[in-house]
């Protein structure tokens, strides 16, 4: 089901507005957001504009990790989601965004990728 993300003309604003000119446009359209979770590993591809695929990832159960002193990357495993800066209620629910503290194999890193639009969890080892 896709989100309207235009102007809906519910909200009286300073000015009263008036009626659309033109009639929604499905470029108006847009989707909801895929809340990457911790789990067996689920990969969404849908199509989008102009006919390309976007890799959307649903669960995560492994990440790319960097460490940042030898630039050595390893495939790993997620073993929790410990925080999430961008949303009290992404932290609570374990959510994985961009920023989000992840606990690795390795140890905690921070995730770079943004994995609801790149179909992949990278992330960098932090030093604690």
């Known amino acids: 089901m896709g989100v309207y993300h235009g102007n809906d003309l519910r909200k009286i604003t300073g000015g009263r507005k008036g009626r659309h000119v033109k009639v929604k446009r499905k470029y108006w359209m847009g989707r909801p957001p895929i809340e990457t979770a911790l789990g067996p590993q689920r990969v969404i591809v849908v199509r989008t504009r102009g006919g390309n695929l976007k890799a959307k990832v649903k669960f995560a159960e492994y990440a790319n990790v960097t460490d940042p002193e030898t630039g050595q990357s390893r495939k790993v495993r997620i073993l929790r989601v410990i925080a999430n800066p961008s949303s009290k209620d992404y932290d609570r629910r374990g ?25 992949v969890v990278n992330a960098v080892l932090v030093k604690e």
């Open 95 to 119: 959510i994985i965004t961009r920023g989000a503290l992840i606990e690795t194999e390795l140890g905690v890193a921070r995730v770079t990728s943004r994995p609801g639009q790149d179909g």
